[in-house]
């Protein structure tokens, strides 16, 4: 079985990413991975800033800027965000569950970078996909009164209820942020039960590990 998945972009050569699977070790992983205490919400803060603290730091996405820097989510069934400067200069880690994402997590991240948007490459990783991902009418009526644009990312099912795409919803966020070099996506947590953790599916899963390091 695959211990991890590498993404298919055109990262510069001092860019090292994955998302381990559920076969993986820490052996998998690189050394001093530090993460930050995910909250579901949209607050970014350097890597430095976790090295630096005595205890949790509270924060959904890391950014790092130096040779070395590694930043790292966790997550079963969110989706991913994994980001770099096309020049390598820059690179970032977010956790995106749907309340990030519609808190702004996506955005904040973009903002908190240096490069211009239009100079970033973004990966998405596994995550729970629209067929297995059902929400309620106030998920959707929050989404789409941030942005109409919303609705396309939402099916109803024969419960009353809507099936969400994630994905889309994020691909739609960086869009308006100006990214256009947007990558992977296509993996479900939820129905590949022999690659990915599941918390849905399984409900005291374990984490995947999704992370990026500057070389």
Do not use: K
């Not at 993404?7 to 050569?13: G, H, I, L, Q, R």
């Not at 790092?64 to 965000?81: E, F, H, K, M, Q």
């Amino acid at each position: 079985m695959t211990l991890l998945i590498t993404p298919d972009w055109p990262a510069p050569p001092n860019v090292l990413a994955g998302t381990t699977t559920r076969a993986a070790t820490d052996r998998v992983l690189p050394r001093g991975l530090l993460y930050p205490n995910q909250m579901h919400g949209a607050t970014v803060v350097p890597v430095a800033r976790l090295r630096e603290s005595d205890g949790p730091v509270d924060a959904d996405a890391v950014t790092g800027r130096s040779p070395g820097d590694r930043c790292a989510v966790r997550t079963a069934d969110c989706l991913p965000i994994l980001f770099c400067a096309r020049d390598g200069s820059e690179i970032a880690a977010a956790h995106g569950g749907w309340r990030g994402v519609l808190a702004g997590v996506v955005e904040n991240t973009v903002a908190a970078l240096d490069a211009n948007a239009a100079n970033l490459l973004v990966w998405l990783g596994p995550a729970i996909s629209r067929s297995a991902f059902e929400v309620g009418e106030e998920v959707r009526e929050a989404f789409v009164a941030a942005d109409s644009r919303a609705t396309a990312c939402f099916e109803p099912n024969a419960r009353g209820r809507w099936q969400a795409d994630l994905c889309l919803l994020a691909r739609q966020r960086l869009h308006m942020c100006g990214i256009s070099t947007v990558y992977g996506g296509h993996w479900c947590t939820y129905r590949d039960a022999e690659t990915f953790w599941s918390y849905r599916r399984d409900a005291a899963a374990a984490r995947m590990v999704s992370f990026i390091r500057l070389r």
